[in-house]
């Protein structure tokens, strides 16, 4: 699998069409998400390969993830397998409501994110 950077209490794979999927984590304590990660994943070459991610951690106990409640909401944009960019979405949100975001912002850009991805690996669209 791509690289997650810990394991989270629920974790959910959304197939998506082609060689697509979601992959999302996240844990809470008293019914309130306290991290999480959404991540767009290419299957390239027989791997699962990052194309983007949005996480949070509001634990202050990582080196993962930012405090969406404190930084807002961002996503990580990978290129060869590598933090090529940072993209700042939002100003600070609870981290329910910047999870519910990150889906909605990754629905709303998936096909810009693949274009890229797919224009960096120099793969054809079908």
Do not use: C
């Not at 700042?88 to 850009?109: C, M, Q, R, S, W």
Request: net charge negative.
């Amino acid at each position: 699998m791509a690289d997650v950077p810990r394991e989270y209490g629920r974790e959910y794979i959304r197939p998506l069409p082609g060689p697509l999927r979601e992959w999302i984590g996240f844990d809470t304590l008293r019914g309130e998400v306290t991290r999480f990660a959404v991540q767009l994943e290419y299957r390239l070459e027989g791997e699962w390969t990052e194309v983007v991610r949005y996480d949070h951690d509001g634990t202050n106990d990582s080196e993962f993830g930012h405090d969406a409640a404190e930084e807002g909401l961002h996503v990580d944009i990978y290129r060869d397998g590598e933090k090529h960019a940072t993209e700042f979405i939002t100003g600070p949100l609870p981290a329910g409501v910047a999870l519910d975001h990150a889906e909605d912002h990754l629905a709303k850009n998936l096909q810009r994110y693949v274009k890229r991805f797919e224009e960096w690996h120099g793969i054809r669209s079908q």
